[in-house]
């Protein structure tokens, strides 16, 4: 299987995550008032916002700490970062609407669908990319089984079926799966650290 460098890959997923990042605090709208009162039907949508921001923090994060540790990168491994993107990208359409509708069940299953989808696509690139490396690389070492993966994928589609049952569990889902991945993966520093000393 042909690989190539891996360096336009993570230039041009750094230049879409900002993007993404800068489309959704554009999407907070200043209040028409000047007291705290003006702020509150603000809450949800900055507390949508917060939520996401982490989200695609934790992508960002995540993405560079995976592709440090890859040595190099295929066709069908571009393909799969865009896969990531692609849903990443829909973040902020996802974020703005579960804000300004404050919570509604249907919104928040969309986003829970979309952060699904996202984390499914992530597990497609950790895939693709194991597929090109040894089983004894750092990268293979690394992710082991990634239990913490398939688990949040587990979450995502428990809240989003509870989205329509309490509104609050889901958003809480959401949150516990953002805590679970807000440390970057150790396993990969290890690693790495092991390899080079």
């Not at 996202?118 to 082991?144: E, F, N, P, Q, T």
Request: net charge positive; glycine share 8%.
């Amino acid at each position: 299987m042909a690989t190539m460098g891996k360096g336009r890959l993570e230039a041009f997923s750094d230049g879409v995550i900002a993007i993404i990042i800068t489309i959704m605090v554009l999407e907070i709208k200043v209040p028409h008032g000047e007291d705290f009162a003006a702020l509150q039907p603000l809450l949800p949508v900055f507390l949508s916002y917060v939520l996401s921001f982490i989200y695609v923090g934790i992508y960002w994060n995540n993405h560079h700490h995976l592709l440090h540790a890859a040595k190099n990168v295929s066709g069908g491994a571009l393909w799969a970062n865009l896969h990531l993107l692609f849903w990443l990208s829909l973040i902020p359409f996802v974020t703005g609407w579960m804000g300004e509708n404050h919570w509604q069940p249907l919104p928040v299953a969309l986003y829970g669908f979309v952060l699904l989808m996202a984390g499914l696509a992530y597990y497609m690139l950790v895939r693709v990319l194991l597929r090109i490396h040894s089983a004894d690389s750092a990268l293979a070492k690394a992710l082991g089984k990634d239990v913490k993966g398939r688990l949040s994928l587990v979450f995502y589609a428990l809240a989003i079926a509870l989205a329509y049952v309490h509104v609050g569990l889901a958003i809480g889902l959401y949150a516990c799966v953002a805590a679970m991945w807000l440390i970057p993966d150790r396993r990969i520093e290890r690693h790495l650290q092991e390899s080079q000393g």
